[in-house]
């Protein structure tokens, strides 16, 4: 019995529960909605939208929906649409609310400003039906605006501002001056009359090259390309001109080419500056002429140097398999054994000191050039003391490529080095102080360990002097003292002597 009473109540909780969830909870939600949709001004989903015009005095602009959900203008001209301007806007109708109705059926329009309106918007949808917003007056109080829907009298106020809806064919137009993703340009060209600039991505490294062939910063380079991806057009001036003369655009200044890995190219050309606003421009697919502004236009004034890669030399640790220095006076050899294992071949067959190894790497990881000097083509290189450089500091890689950098001349600036990496041409300045750690000598490189033991495995210590003898003896873990007189010593003594002589 007391089964069949449980067994009661669980079929009318269960029952409670599905009335809830199949007809309590679907009517709150209900109402919800009808609340939500009676207290906005125009209750719709952007999704739905097909077209949308705001029409002003003197010109309608009209945006319409393509099937990828993207905007494009129709009207006054047919240009792309700023995506996120427009959904924005259409966002800000949507949200709307009633604040209250002014009067059901007003005699006078004019008072609200509803008679010869600033601007409307007209709204169609997807199903055909159609929507006209007027705007009027902004009220006295603040923060809230007149309006009304074409063919219905009403006059209601919302919280909102005329200035939030009333945009120019600017704001709705896609200001993008290129669409591409930054990690596929593997090519960077400005052609101008003096100091072009050419970059290139071989096997994932950024390389300058022409004048200059030498590494480049690829934060630098990433910089550059992410400067020009989000830059935006400043201002439209013209969609068809008739020359480009006026604009400087028919002998350009500087012209920008990019290339991708699909072998796409984008390309802008900058002409003549328009005072006040910056510099006109047009890309080479398009008739139209806008402005950049004057960061876009500076970002095209940097040169080849600028790019060039300030860390002396880029590499893995584990990845090192010699170093070889060389100076006037000696060459030294270090072979890597195993992970920290190394061993000096040159000038003498010995041990290598490991710490010393790690911190010479270590040195030349944070080594920086100091500054770059820009080659002409009336530069020699033996100007710089290359042709008989005494110090020179490579590195060779698991994989045998092989990292070598010339030391030559002292520079007229105090503290300086010329240097130069092989496979590149360009020379630059390292600090002595930089140098000078990364020129160890043998004596700094080489183990000057008296001992080479695991502690672990002595387990007997003798120390004689001219007036005393010790022995200590190990049994088990235990160390003692066995002469001159026998005694039990405590554990870290020896374990201190140990350690001293490792």
Known sequence: MKFKGTAGMMAVFVGLAVYYFFVDLPTEKKKAQEKEIAGKVLYFKIADIEEFSLIKNEETITLQQTKDSTWRISQPLKAAGDNPETESFLSGIENLEKFRVVEETPKNLTQYGLQNPTFKIHLKFKGGKEKTLIFGHDSPVG???YLKFKNDPKVFLTAASKRRFDKSVYNFRDKTIFNFSSGAINRIQIKREKHPLNLTQEKGEWWVSGDIKSKADKDEVLAFIQAIQFSRIKEFESENPDSLKFYGLDKPITTLILKNENKENYSIALGNKKVGSG?????EDAPGVF??????????????IDFLNKTLIEFEEKNVAEINIHTGEETIQAVRLEKDDWEIKKPKETRADAATIRSLLFDLKEA?????VQLSSLDSSDSFGFDKAHYTFSLTMTNGKLIKIRFGNNALEGGKVFAQRNGETTVFLVSKKTAQKLFRSFHELRDKKLFKFKTDDVNKIVIKTQK???ELLKSGTNWSLIKPDEMKIKEFLAKDLLWTMR
């Open 468 to 470: 005393t003898h010790f």
């Open 368 to 372: 920086k050039i100091d500054t770059f």
């Open 279 to 283: 510099n006109f421009a047009k890309k």
């Open 143 to 145: 923060g809230k605006i």
């Open 291 to 304: 402005l950049v502004d004057t960061k876009f236009y500076d970002t095209l004034k940097k040169k080849n």
